[in-house]
Nanobody, 115 residues
Framework: QVQLVESGGDLVQPGGSLRLSCAAS????????MGWYRQAPGKERELVAG???????RYADSVKGRFTISTDHAKNTMYLQMNSLKPEDTAVYSC?????????WGQGTQVTVSS
């Protein structure tokens, strides 16, 4: 079993920055994949950024050049640095981990981009 806890969501003005964190309850080095997803009201959940062990990192076209995913294995934490935020980035952001064939999700953190 894996617990994932997100933090860092907030209200921010357009053009601002936020860093989201996803703390895992066990070592992330054993995870097969991790990623950030988001879901805006009335829309389907979409992959924002993610990586699979042994493969390159993926980003949604809408966030390329603005968002960066990273990990700190010593802290068992994954991050999402979000720069140049836009109103259309407003959503609940959730982290996901794949361990063996099991999918785990955090509870989500709200990001609101508005003036």
């Amino acid at each position: 079993q894996v617990q994932l806890v997100e933090s860092g969501g907030d209200l921010v003005q357009p053009g601002g920055s936020l860093r989201l964190s996803c703390a895992a309850s066990r070592t992330i080095s054993s995870f097969n994949a991790m990623g950030w997803y988001r879901q805006a009201p009335g829309k389907e959940r979409e992959l924002v950024a993610g990586f699979t062990r042994g493969f390159s990192t993926r980003y949604a076209d809408s966030v390329k050049g603005r968002f960066t995913i990273s990990t700190d294995h010593a802290k068992n934490t994954m991050y999402l640095q979000m720069n140049s935020l836009k109103p259309e980035d407003t959503a609940v952001y959730s982290c996901n981990a794949v361990v063996l064939n099991n999918n785990y999700w955090g509870q989500g953190t709200q990001v609101t981009v508005s003036s």
